[in-house]
């Protein structure tokens, strides 16, 4: 694995927070999406080469796709996946099962931070994204929840942040 100064990672919402739910060919899903890749572009041409990934639905699954399509162009970057618990994805929708398991499976490396569920496996594994990387990508809201603990959490730790923030209105140009 990189070193922190090299390594960035990233939190944003599920879709039950998400404007557009579950919805990914919503113009704002598909320009967030596009936001996405540029950060993480611009995060690889500031020397950033390995990128973690809580592999939570939504964003970190978009997040963790942007990043293995960089890798694609550039080899010498790695994702990690940071995986809060064996059952992460057990209740998800069939096809967000399948989703992650493929993404997963394409990382290079997997990381599990608890050997079982517990009621705070998920912020552990928030924590362990952050004391590894000197850079966070965030997609939000402002609102409570794990996503807001994360940048908050990063924010004490000293951490650079991109902040894409979640575009509410619905629009049709960009």
Known sequence: MRARQESCCFTGHR???????????????????????????????????????????????????????????????????????PSQADKWPAGQRQRYAQLVAACDFETLVSQRYTSACMQRRDRYMVDHASLLIAAFDGSAGGTRYTVEYAMGRGLDIVDLPIVTEDFTDF
């Open 15 to 85: 879709p039950g927070k998400l404007p557009w739910k579950y919805n990914e060919a919503d113009a704002r899903c598909l320009a967030l999406k596009r936001r996405m890749m540029d950060a993480v572009e611009a995060a690889y041409e500031e020397g950033y080469r390995h990128f973690l990934c809580g592999m939570a639905m939504g964003c970190d699954l978009y997040f963790c796709e942007c990043v293995l399509a960089l890798r694609e162009r550039h080899p010498d970057v790695t994702v990690e996946a940071a995986i809060p618990c």
